[in-house]
C-alpha cells in the first residue's frame, strides 16, 4: 500500500482542481450556461441531467485538472519532500504536453463520472442542487461524493501501478475531503447545498 500522505497528495490536486472549477463555473459571464442535455427530456418528461450540468463546468474541470496536476508534477520533481510524497511518477510524463494529458484525462473522468449520479437523480424527481430526505437522501449524499472520485481511480491505472487497497482508501478519502471542500463552497455560497 502506498503511505497515506502520497494518496493525499494526490487527492488534494484534486480537490483544488475541483474547487476552481467551481469558482470558474459561478464566475458570471455574458452568455447564458448551456446545459450539457441542452435542455432535453426523455419519454418520463424529465431532463437528461438537468441545469446544473453545464458545458461550461465539463470543460472548465477538465482545464481546471490539466492546470492543478501539472503544478503537483512541478512539486513532486523540484522539491525533495513534494517527490516523496507524490504517488505519482511525474518524471515518466517526460514532456508538459504528458503532463496535461493526463491532468485533462483526470478531468473527463472526474466530470463523466458524475453525469450517471444526475441522471438517476433527475428519474427520481429530485432536482438539480437538491437532495432527497431520509436513507435516499444519505444515500445520494455519500454517491455525490464518491462519483467523480471513483471515475478518476478508475483511470488512474492507465498512468500508475495502484493496488486494491491504495484506490479503496483513495476513494474513501477522496470522498470526505469532496464532502468537506462541499461544505466550504456552501459557507462561501458557491453551492446550493452543503455536502
Same mark, same amino acid.
Given at each position: 500500500?502506498?503511505?497515506?500522505?502520497?494518496?493525499?497528495?494526490? !487527492?488534494?490536486?484534486?480537490?483544488? #482542481?475541483?474547487? /476552481?472549477?467551481?469558482?470558474?463555473?459561478?464566475?458570471?459571464?455574458? *452568455?447564458?450556461?448551456?446545459?450539457?442535455?441542452?435542455?432535453?427530456?426523455? &419519454?418520463?418528461?424529465?431532463?437528461?441531467?438537468?441545469?446544473?450540468? /453545464?458545458?461550461?463546468?465539463?470543460?472548465?474541470?477538465?482545464? $481546471? +485538472?490539466?492546470?492543478?496536476?501539472?503544478?503537483? *508534477?512541478?512539486? #513532486? $520533481?523540484?522539491?525533495?519532500?513534494?517527490?516523496?510524497?507524490?504517488?505519482?511518477?511525474?518524471?515518466?510524463?517526460?514532456?508538459?504536453?504528458? !503532463?496535461?494529458?493526463?491532468?485533462?484525462?483526470?478531468?473527463?473522468?472526474?466530470?463523466?463520472?458524475?453525469?450517471?449520479?444526475?441522471?438517476? %437523480?433527475?428519474? !427520481?424527481?429530485?432536482?438539480?442542487?437538491?437532495?432527497?430526505?431520509?436513507? %435516499?437522501?444519505?444515500?445520494?449524499?455519500?454517491?455525490?461524493?464518491?462519483?467523480?472520485?471513483?471515475?478518476?481511480?478508475?483511470?488512474?491505472?492507465?498512468? +500508475?501501478?495502484?493496488?486494491?487497497?491504495? *484506490?479503496?482508501?483513495?476513494?474513501?478519502?477522496?470522498? !470526505?475531503?469532496?464532502?468537506?471542500?462541499?461544505?466550504?463552497?456552501?459557507?462561501? &455560497?458557491?453551492?446550493?447545498?452543503?455536502?
Amino acid at each position: 500500500m502506498s503511505p497515506m500522505p502520497q494518496l493525499l497528495f494526490l !487527492i488534494v490536486a484534486l480537490i483544488c #482542481a475541483g474547487a /476552481t472549477n467551481m469558482i470558474f463555473v459561478k464566475a458570471h459571464g455574458t *452568455a447564458r450556461p448551456c446545459p450539457i442535455d441542452g435542455g432535453m427530456s426523455l &419519454r418520463d418528461g424529465k431532463r437528461l441531467f438537468g441545469d446544473n450540468k /453545464t458545458w461550461k463546468g465539463f470543460f472548465g474541470m477538465i482545464a $481546471t +485538472t490539466a492546470i492543478w496536476l501539472p503544478l503537483a *508534477a512541478w512539486l #513532486a $520533481t523540484n522539491l525533495p519532500v513534494a517527490r516523496n510524497l507524490s504517488l505519482l511518477p511525474f518524471d515518466e510524463l517526460t514532456t508538459p504536453l504528458g !503532463i496535461w494529458f493526463f491532468g485533462a484525462v483526470m478531468g473527463l473522468a472526474y466530470v463523466v463520472a458524475e453525469l450517471p449520479n444526475s441522471f438517476l %437523480k433527475r428519474r !427520481i424527481d429530485i432536482p438539480p442542487g437538491k437532495n432527497a430526505a431520509g436513507l %435516499k437522501g444519505f444515500f445520494f449524499l455519500v454517491l455525490d461524493q464518491a462519483d467523480s472520485v471513483i471515475g478518476c481511480v478508475l483511470v488512474l491505472p492507465l498512468f +500508475t501501478h495502484i493496488t486494491l487497497l491504495d *484506490a479503496l482508501i483513495l476513494v474513501v478519502l477522496g470522498s !470526505i475531503a469532496h464532502y468537506l471542500t462541499n461544505l466550504g463552497l456552501y459557507a462561501v &455560497r458557491l453551492k446550493q447545498q452543503a455536502g
